[in-house]
Every structure is written in structure tokens, then in C-alpha cells.
């Protein structure tokens, strides 16, 4: 993993001219954003596993996968539990906290993000597209029966819906499954709308969905910036980078716009 470095006083200054109250802008966040609050940023859903493969022998995108969860739930469970484990008593630090923040400020101002911590809804977004949804809904597979929990500490290993008793599972979006068809909707709707200033935060950008916001932004005119230590898919397609750790540049752009 590339080291963070100092935060850069000249891009600062021009990322904070781009957001005035008359702008709107998309924030595209990843692992990286939660890093500061503690969350590891390797791959996986919501960034939780290194390049080795599981206990079971199996890598952990086919452990975290809808066709493994058909055929074997308890195993796609155990990795859902250590996923919950890792999020749980984490807090949003200053990247989450400057974003919504940010919504009261601009025009417009949206967070796409794909992690499943819920730590920017925590600090207050809500204009927020959770691409791939978020840990603590869970819903029955079998039913209609859901509930919002705050950890998973009451849960068997392989929980059970108290309805119906039906395996359950949280709302997020396992490998090869698709999209939330309401989340992609706001995506789309968003996008058409365009955006003065989109910034990458964070993410390596792999999946097309999540670069595509940041090339479509740079044909229509709009400001690119990428936040990150390393580069990325949409490196190139960023007018501004700043290799600096999120929750560090966004304290310092915080501080340039009075917030």
C-alpha cells in the first residue's frame, strides 16, 4: 500500500474554489474513506480481506458470492460476521463528516459510495447512493420480514428469520449479483443531472460503475480530483490529484472553507 503523503496546500485551495454555494458535486467514495476510522482497506466486499484465499480453499469473492450463498449460506455467513465484526464500533472521522457537511453548503451534493459500513449515513449524508447497500438491514430471503439491527452480536451463526425461519441475510450486494435496482436509479438520475466537481476518494475505481462517474465528468467539462495515496483506474481521468490520506485532506479543506 502506497504511504499517504503531506496534504497540498495549492490543490487544497483549488478544490475548495471549486466548491462554491452555487456548485454541485459527487463524491465517489471507497475503503479508503473508512481507513481513518479504523477499517482495513483490502479487497473484498466493503475492503475486509487480503489476496489470500479462505479457510475453506476457496477465494473470498466466491465465499462472498450469490451462488455460494444459495448453496452453502452458513460459509458465506462466516465471512459476513467477520465483515460486520471489523465495521462494528467504528466511528466516521473527518472525511464523512466534511461530506455531509457539504450538503448544506452546496447546491447539490451526493455520495456514491460502495462501502457497507454505514459510516457516511452515520455522519449525516443523505444524499447518498449505497451502490452496494450496507450491513446492518437484513431481510429474510423466504418473507417479507426485515429489521435495521446496530451489530450482529445477537445473531447465530447462521441466523434464521424469527418469522418464517428462513435463512436471512443483510442488504448487501454479494459477488455476481446485480445492483439495487433504487440505488442504481438515483445513480443514473444523478448522473444525467451532472456535476461541476466530482472527486474520487479512496477507491481504486475497478468496477465500471464507480470510474465511470469520474471519465464522463472529465468529457463534460467538470473538475476531476482523485484523493488517494496510490493510483487508480481514473488517475488519468483527474485534473487534480492529491496523494494524501482522506480524513487528513479533508480536515485541511474543511479548515480553507470555514467549515
Known amino acids: 500500500m502506497t504511504a499517504p503523503s503531506a496534504v497540498d496546500p495549492a490543490a487544497i485551495d483549488q478544490l475548495a474554489a471549486a466548491l462554491h454555494p452555487d456548485a454541485s458535486a459527487l463524491f465517489i467514495t471507497g475503503a479508503g474513506v473508512s481507513a481513518d476510522s479504523g477499517l482495513p482497506t483490502y479487497r473484498g466486499v466493503g475492503g475486509l480481506y487480503d489476496d489470500q484465499d479462505t479457510e475453506e480453499g476457496v477465494p473470498i469473492e466466491v465465499a462472498l458470492s450469490g451462488p455460494m450463498f444459495r448453496t452453502r449460506p452458513a460459509l458465506t455467513w462466516r465471512y459476513i460476521h467477520q465483515i460486520e465484526t471489523a465495521c462494528r464500533g467504528a466511528r466516521p472521522n473527518a472525511a ?21 459500513d454505514g459510516l457516511h449515513a452515520s455522519a449525516g449524508s443523505r444524499n447518498l447512493v449505497r451502490i452496494h447497500g450496507g450491513v ?17 452480536a445477537h445473531l447465530a451463526p447462521l441466523p434464521t428469520c424469527p418469522r418464517c425461519d428462513a435463512v436471512i441475510r443483510p442488504d448487501v450486494v454479494l459477488f455476481e449479483e446485480g445492483l439495487p435496482r433504487a440505488a442504481l436509479q438515483t445513480y ?27 471519465w464522463l465528468a472529465r468529457q463534460q467539462g467538470a473538475l476531476t480530483v482523485e484523493i488517494n495515496p ?14 494524501s490520506g482522506a480524513a487528513a485532506t479533508f480536515t485541511a479543506l474543511a479548515t480553507r472553507l470555514g467549515i
Do not use: K
Open 230 to 243: 496510490g493510483r487508480s483506474e481514473v488517475s488519468a481521468a483527474a485534473q487534480l490529484r492529491l496523494e
Open 188 to 214: 443514473q438520475t444523478e448522473l444525467s443531472r451532472r456535476f461541476d466537481v466530482v472527486v474520487s476518494v479512496g477507491t481504486t475505481a475497478v468496477f465500471p460503475y464507480i470510474s465511470r462517474p469520474m
Open 136 to 152: 446492518h438491514q437484513l431481510h429474510c430471503t423466504a418473507c417479507s420480514w426485515s429489521e435495521r439491527v446496530a451489530d450482529y
Open 96 to 116: 464523512h463528516r466534511v461530506m455531509a457537511a457539504l450538503e448544506g453548503r452546496l447546491a447539490r451534493c451526493w455520495v456514491l459510495t460502495q462501502n457497507v
